[in-house]
C-alpha cells in the first residue's frame, strides 16, 4: 500500500471511531425512534434521551432532535408525519432490500441472506416481520450482534444514504435517525458515493412479481 493510501486508509478508520457499545447504542434508539408512534415509544423517551447524552456527535444532536420532535408533537400528528415521511415514491422507504431490488424476484435471495444472518446469531423473527426492515436491522445491531448488523447496513449502504438524503430533502424531522445512523459507518469513498448517485437518480428496478411469503405490507401494519 503507498503512503498516500495508507494514509487515506487511516482517516477512513479515524472516522468510523465509535466503540462498539456507543454504536449499538445509536443502532437501538435510531431503531425505536423509526418505529411507529406509539403511547409506548413516547414513555421512553426519557430513558432514551439519557442513553443518547453520552454519545458523541453528530450521532447526539441528530438523535436528540428526533426526541425533541417525538415529546413535542401529539402522537395523532405524529402517526401522519410518519406516515408521510416513509412513502416509497419519494424513496424513503425503510425495507432495505427494495432499494437494490425493488420488487423483483432478486429481492427474495436479498430477504433470505437477512434471515440467515439472524438464524445465525439466535434470532427467529415471526412470519409477520421482514427481515429487511430498517428497525428490525437496527435491534438485531443492537441487542445480537453489532458487529453483523453493521455488515448488513454496509452490504445496503446505498439504499440506506438515499433514504437518508430523500429525508433530508424533505425536511422530515425523522432524518437525524438516519443521520446518526450512517455515522455509525466509515465514510462514503470512490465506487460507495457512485453507487449512491445512481440509485437517487435511477430509482430501484420496478419489476413487480409476487413475493410470498415476503409480501410488503402497510407502513402502520409492518411495525405497529
Known amino acids: 500500500m503507498s503512503p498516500l493510501a495508507g494514509r487515506r486508509a487511516d482517516k477512513r478508520t479515524r472516522a468510523h471511531a465509535l466503540d462498539l457499545r456507543q454504536r449499538a447504542v445509536v443502532h437501538r434508539v435510531a431503531g425505536l425512534v423509526l418505529e411507529y408512534p406509539t403511547d409506548e415509544l413516547i414513555a421512553r423517551l426519557g430513558d432514551l434521551r439519557a442513553a443518547v447524552a453520552g454519545l458523541p456527535d453528530p450521532a447526539r444532536s441528530a ?32 425495507y432495505l432490500t427494495y432499494y437494490g431490488h425493488g420488487d423483483t424476484r432478486q429481492r427474495g435471495v436479498a430477504l433470505l441472506g437477512f434471515k440467515q444472518a439472524y438464524r445465525a446469531a439466535g434470532l427467529e423473527l415471526t412470519e409477520e416481520e ?10 438485531f445491531s443492537a441487542t445480537h450482534d453489532v458487529e453483523v448488523g453493521t455488515r448488513l447496513l454496509l452490504d445496503h449502504r446505498a439504499g440506506l444514504e438515499v433514504l437518508r438524503l430523500a429525508l433530508i430533502d424533505a425536511g422530515s424531522p425523522y432524518a ?16 460507495e458515493r457512485e453507487a449512491v448517485a445512481r440509485l437517487a437518480a435511477e430509482g430501484p428496478p420496478d419489476e413487480s412479481v409476487g413475493l410470498e411469503p415476503y409480501g410488503m405490507p402497510g407502513l402502520a401494519e409492518a411495525r405497529s
Open 63 to 94: 438523535l436528540s432532535g428526533v426526541l425533541d420532535h417525538l415529546g413535542s408533537t401529539s402522537v395523532p400528528q405524529l402517526a401522519v408525519g410518519y406516515v408521510e415521511s416513509f412513502d416509497m415514491r419519494r424513496r424513503a422507504c425503510l
Open 130 to 139: 421482514l427481515p429487511d426492515h430498517l428497525c428490525v436491522l437496527l435491534e
Open 176 to 191: 437525524g435517525a438516519l443521520v446518526a445512523v450512517c455515522s455509525t459507518l466509515p465514510p462514503l469513498v470512490g465506487e
